[in-house]
């Protein structure tokens, strides 16, 4: 079956501007995760959704970061006013019901690069 | 708080040699632990998982790893190398005190015809 998806799969933008980044979790999973990848910071979590609970914000690294979950499917992350040091490869998980032993499933990711 | 330890960020063996990734972890209740591969400009795909069964993981491409709790310790083991394994190999750790994944910084193997 189809797995986890992301779009755009590379996006350019000049610092100070909005960005969104799309991912589609395989379908009927319940949790999807969103993590960051880059070269100074390593894999770092940024945001957990499970079904209808609250999400877990505890990994956004400022108030510039906010990500939605529309209909317990498609999650769209939004980072304001950009600036150089959001330049990362940021990854979305998925996972069928969520819980620590849970396989996440990972998308391509999304390479933002912030000029 | 959790955290694992991936100790040398490059290996480097020759084709048919054994692989061994080393990984420690951290964690002050029963964790489960992780190991992923990724492919250059791909996503993270698992390996093998350690989730309280049996110690010795096998998981796909040959890989395994063996749970040792006196050690914290998950290294994983490949007995012979291919070309196709070049890749960055990731290992992390969840618990029942969170549901997300910690990361190690990594470990890019490198393999020599």
């Known amino acids: 079956g189809a797995g986890v998806s992301q779009s755009p799969s590379n996006k350019v933008t000049e610092k100070g501007k909005d960005v969104e980044l799309r991912c589609d979790p395989i379908?009927?999973?319940?949790?999807l995760y969103w993590y960051r990848q880059s070269l100074g910071q390593g894999l770092e979590f940024l945001i957990y959704f499970q079904g209808n609970s609250a999400p877990d914000k505890s990994g956004l690294p400022s108030d510039r970061f906010s990500a939605e979950r529309t209909g317990g499917s498609v999650s769209t992350l939004t980072i304001q006013r950009t600036q150089q040091e959001d330049s990362a490869v940021y990854l979305c998980a998925s996972s069928l019901a969520g819980g620590p032993q849970e396989t996440q499933y990972f998308g391509p990711g999304t390479r933002l690069l912030v000029l | 708080a959790q955290s694992v330890t991936q100790l040398g960020s490059h290996v480097s063996v020759s084709e048919g040699a054994l692989v061994l990734l080393r990984c420690n972890y951290s964690?002050?209740?029963?964790?489960?632990l992780f190991w992923y591969v990724q492919y250059p400009n791909q996503g993270l795909q698992l390996l093998l998982k350690y989730t309280s069964a049996a110690t010795l993981v096998k998981g796909i491409n040959g890989f395994e790893a063996e749970f040792k709790k006196s050690e914290t310790s998950f290294h994983l083991t490949k007995p012979s190398a291919h070309m196709s394994d070049a890749a960055e190999y990731f290992c992390?750790?969840?618990?029942?005190?969170?549901?997300?994944?910690?990361f190690g910084t990594g470990t890019r193997l490198q393999v020599f015809p």
């Open positions: 992390a750790v969840s618990d029942y005190s969170t549901d997300k994944l910690i």
């Open positions: 379908s009927g999973h319940t949790a």
């Open positions: 964690s002050s209740v029963p964790p489960y």
